[in-house]
T-cell receptor
Framework: AQSVTQLDSHVSVSEGTPVLLRCNYSSSYSPSLFWYVQHPNKGLQLLLK??????LVKGINGFEAEFKKSETSFHLTKPSAHMSDAAEYFC????????????FGSGTQLTVLP | GAGVSQSPSNKVTEKGKDVELRCDPISGHTALYWYRQRLGQGLEFLIYFQGNSAPDKSGLPSDRFSAERTGESVSTLTIQRTQQEDSAVYLC??????????????FGDGTRLSIL
């Protein structure tokens, strides 16, 4: 069994300030973890993924996430927010090596203020 | 384009009608997924196809929902006798399949279904 909890449904930051989107997971197996971003009326775009390599994962658009097994967390960060980062972000967990269904978090809406 | 293509992008229909949604996966992707996303919510898994294996239908909410896939190409999701609670965005995704690490799923832009 697996689950994922996104701790904040909404996050608001000012442009140029750091972004932190929190995600905690639960899995009976060795997990693979992903962050996806969804802009309005668009599908989901992969930001980054963790499988079994380095625990600090760098993704597109300056985002990165750190896998912390002891804390069962996979928080998404970015040093400096841009207006174009405003979107909904989903943390996703699945069983490593299994291509079957993903388990999605409920999403975090990121607002970037000018 | 090289991405996942879904059609139609928007569909408005009357309650009780049947609808058919189409997904063209990325060429070479053997795995295909359908999800439902209700307004303001995360994604609900509906069905998964992998090659010639029997599909995983465990997420289909009722027998009004069905899906087919022709080989490793196009898939159609059919909803019969639509109800208002079927209103949602239906997303399709495809991926490669690896025996070790998970390959990411690539999503289409979705079909926005509205039942009047």
């Amino acid at each position: 069994a697996q689950s994922v909890t996104q701790l904040d449904s909404h996050v608001s930051v000012s442009e140029g300030t750091p972004v932190l989107l929190r995600c905690n997971y639960s899995s009976s197996y060795s997990p693979s973890l992903f962050w996806y971003v969804q802009h309005p009326n668009k599908g989901l775009q992969l930001l980054l993924k963790y499988t079994s390599a380095a625990t600090l994962v760098k993704g597109i658009n300056g985002f990165e996430a750190e896998f912390k097994k002891s804390e069962t967390s996979f928080h998404l960060t970015k040093p400096s927010a841009h207006m174009s980062d405003a979107a909904e972000y989903f943390c996703v967990v699945t069983r490593r090596g299994s291509a079957r269904q993903l388990t999605f978090g409920s999403g975090t809406q990121l607002t970037v203020l000018p | 384009g090289a991405g996942v293509s879904q059609s139609p992008s928007n569909k408005v229909t009357e309650k009780g009608k049947d609808v058919e949604l189409r997904c063209d996966p990325i060429s070479g992707h053997t795995a295909l997924y359908w999800y439902r996303q209700r307004l303001g919510q995360g994604l609900e898994f509906l069905i998964y196809f992998q090659g010639n294996s029997a599909p995983d239908k465990s997420g289909l909410p009722s027998d009004r929902f069905s899906a087919e896939r022709t080989g490793e190409s196009v898939s159609t999701l059919t909803i019969q006798r639509t109800q208002q609670e079927d209103s949602a965005v239906y997303l399709c995704a495809s991926s490669l399949v690896s025996g070790r690490d998970n390959q990411p799923q690539h999503f289409g832009d979705g079909t926005r279904l509205s039942i009047l």
